[in-house]
């Protein structure tokens, strides 16, 4: 199979999605250029400037056009660059978005994507570093996608455009160059299924997006260095919830450890420790542990940000904590 | 306090800032291509004659919001240069001791509220600044700068509106450079004129050659000094042009070397310094070793920077709350 980037991978699945579905448009800042990260690279040249739209910085009208244009018969994905810009329309997302649905009755859907990159990469700041997955995860309504290798970003996005209410695709910045696998033509990934990324029989490391991949690297030192086997599920989607799956792999581990680069104060860490100890809690041989950011906007200094936000090396020693009881 | 350019010093000290602004940055250019420079940085390039010029009839005490293209700004108000150059390099030396970085220096001293990183979020801070200017009864004035991008952002709309009804000491700077990122200004923006959006607050706008520093002086001294009298907000437009690509790095394949090198032309540091010779204010050589010391200076800045420590990795929870600390 060729190899190509998770950015790639999310032009193929929308590439495909806009040429079966003439429905489809996309919207957002400088998308005829590529985006910031090479997400639209090339739409344009296909689709042309009706269906991939340039639109001006009005984070608000992005967002709330897409609801608009999601309940007249478009299917829109909307972007934004940096995942703190949505803040900025937090209501089109909240008030809008999540609960026209429910609020009127069943009378409508809103088929809309959200696409907009998260996460930590060398030092871009405050303003462009941080992971609000906790904050869209929480609204009913919202379906929230997290992949974590391009094969995921491709199947999932394609399954996102496709579906009837309005989703979440949050695309790591550190992995959206990183290169995979990915199977060519109409593959797609059903929301709310998670993926056994490893199997192990000692510990479960319960995790998504960029955190996925660094407890895959600390998945193999476990393993070759204190002879620990982890178990990776890469929840892939956190709404809906695929418990089952996390359920499953801690009844066998009886260790989970959870893991995401967002804080780890009001996580959705939290959320998924909460439902195992609910239905596991005789069954542990140890306290859930999670692994996540400190309490601190992210900051700028490089050894400030590395210190604030976990990689693999955190989630070695977390889990070496937790099988040692 | 408005600035008297009859005055030859206050013409050489618009030329320092000009070139401080300018070799600043082109320094951190060099410094970020060697891997020095942690993040991304948006330089000022081409823009310096506006915040310099609107700067020049600021007092300390009043107030800029900036934006994330802030260096300029925050030289222009006089913000320490080896605090601004190791914040941008990250060190507990700088500005904001290695939080903030490029894209958010910020001194509260000299009444610069910060760079930002979101667009146009300046604007309904400023609002907030003029509200309080107001409340307390000081003649002090705000100046909001933010860029033709950000012009579309909703919340210009929010604090236009609002410092026009209550009449607020905010003078609102919006540098029309001609792009957004990568996406030209005609391609996302209803009127070509900017300007004309002032009318719909019923707040008085006017246009000005951003690259030529005595007409940006001029201008913004009206506007500045009408804000400090109680006569309310105004919107100036200064059109200019970004040198640089949109960060450094930017390959800027959505504009042509032939577009830049035309616009280039009319280099606002060229300008004045025609203008100073033309006028007799100064002559080339006495021009030549003044850059030379600022130079100099510039070194000193990133000698402090690259001599500084990086912040203690135990100190990364200081600063989220006055009085909260982590146990
Ligand atoms: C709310 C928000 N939306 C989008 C961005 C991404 N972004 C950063 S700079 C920029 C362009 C700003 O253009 P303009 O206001 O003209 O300022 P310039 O860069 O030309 O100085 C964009 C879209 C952002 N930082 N904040
Ligand atoms: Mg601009």
């Known amino acids: 199979m060729r190899s190509i980037s998770f950015g790639q991978a999310t032009v193929e699945a929308t ?47 992005i967002l709330g056009s897409a609801v608009g244009a ?27 978005a999540a ?55 491709k199947g999932l996005l394609r399954s996102a455009i496709a579906d009837d209410d309005p989703v979440i695709y949050l695309e790591n910045k550190k992995i959206t160059f990183r290169k995979g696998e990915v199977p060519e033509g109409d593959y797609r990934i059903a929301l709310g299924e998670a993926s056994v990324a490893r199997s192990g029989s000692d510990v479960s490391l319960i995790t998504y ?14 393993f070759e260095e204190h002879s620990v086997e982890a178990e990776v599920v890469d929840l892939r989607t956190l709404v809906p919830l695929d418990i089952e799956s996390v359920l499953t792999s801690v009844a066998k581990t009886r260790r989970a450890v959870i893991c995401h680069e967002a804080w780890t104060f009001g996580g959705f860490g939290a959320e998924i420790s909460s439902q195992i100890n609910e239905h596991l809690f ?34 070695v020693e977390a889990v070496l904590r937790t099988v040692k009881l | 306090m408005a600035a008297d350019f009859k005055d030859m010093e206050t013409n050489w000290e618009a030329y320092r800032k000009l070139f401080l602004i300018r070799a600043f940055e082109e320094r951190l250019e060099t410094l970020f291509a060697e891997g020095k420079i942690p993040g991304f940085v948006h330089t000022y390039i081409g823009q310096e004659a506006i915040a310099v010029g609107v700067c020049a009839n600021l007092r300390t005490d009043d107030y800029i919001t900036s934006t994330h293209r802030g260096h300029g700004h925050a030289i222009a108000k006089g913000i320490d240069l080896n605090g601004l150059m190791a914040e941008v390099f990250g060190k507990v030396t700088g500005i904001c001791k290695g939080r903030g970085g490029s894209m958010h220096v910020a001194d509260f001293s000299k009444g610069i509220l910060g760079a930002n990183g979101i667009v146009a979020a300046g604007t309904v801070i400023a609002a907030g600044a003029g509200l309080s200017i107001q ?34 000491p905010v003078v609102f700077v919006c540098e029309n450079n001609q792009y957004a990122q990568f996406t030209s200004r005609k391609l996302t923006t209803s009127v070509s004129d900017l300007s004309l959006r002032g009318a719909a607050y019923g707040m008085p706008a006017v246009s000005m050659d951003g690259n030529d520093l005595l007409e ?26 970004r040198f640089g690509g949109h960060y450094v790095g930017d390959p800027q394949a959505y504009r042509s070397k032939e577009e830049v090198a035309q616009s280039r032309r009319r280099d606002p540091l060229l300008l004045f310094e025609n203008h100073l010779i033309l006028q007799g204010l100064a002559d080339k050589e006495a021009l030549e070793l003044e850059r030379e010391s600022i130079l100099e200076l ?27 600390t982590e146990k």
């Open chain 1, 209 to 222: 997006s960029v955190m996925a991949q660094h407890a895959l690297e600390a998945a193999q030192v476990l």
């Open chain 2, 298 to 324: 510039v070194d000193k800045a990133v000698a402090f920077a690259e001599q500084s420590e990086y912040p203690e990795v135990r100190s990364v929870i200081d600063y989220v709350f006055t009085d909260v």
């Open chain 1, 70 to 96: 999601a309940v007249t018969g478009l299917r829109p994905v909307a972007s934004l660059s940096f995942v703190e810009f949505t803040m900025g329309a937090m209501d089109e997302i909240i008030n809008q």
């Open chain 1, 99 to 153: 609960k026209f649905r429910y609020m009127f009755g069943g009378q409508v859907s809103v088929p809309m994507v959200v696409r907009a990159s998260d996460g930590v990469l060398r030092s871009s700041g405050a303003q462009h570093s941080e992971s609000f997955e906790a904050f869209f995860s929480h609204m009913p309504g919202l379906k929230v996608v997290a992949p974590s290798n391009p094969a995921d970003a």
């Open chain 1, 282 to 315: 005789g069954e542990l041989a140890a306290p859930v542990v999670r692994v996540g950011a400190r309490s601190a906007p992210i900051p700028f200094s490089p050894p400030l940000e590395r210190e604030l936000v976990p990689e693999a090396s955190e989630v």
């Open chain 2, 216 to 241: 940006v002086v001029e201008v913004s001294q009206k506007a500045i000094a009408d804000a400090r009298v109680g006569m309310g907000p105004t919107l100036v437009v200064a059109d200019t042009y």
């Open chain 1, 15 to 61: 590439a495909a999605a806009m040429r079966e579905d003439e429905t489809v448009v996309v919207a957002g800042e400088d998308i005829g250029w590529g985006g910031n990260f090479g997400q639209f690279k090339g739409l344009l040249e296909e689709f042309g400037p009706k269906r991939v739209l340039d639109m001006p910085i009005s984070e608000a009208l």
């Open chain 2, 135 to 168: 409340t307390r009864q000081e003649d002090q004035v705000v100046v909001c700068f933010f860029g033709d991008g950000g012009i579309n952002k909703g919340t210009v709309h929010e604090a236009m509106n609002f410092c026009s009804v209550k009449n607020l």
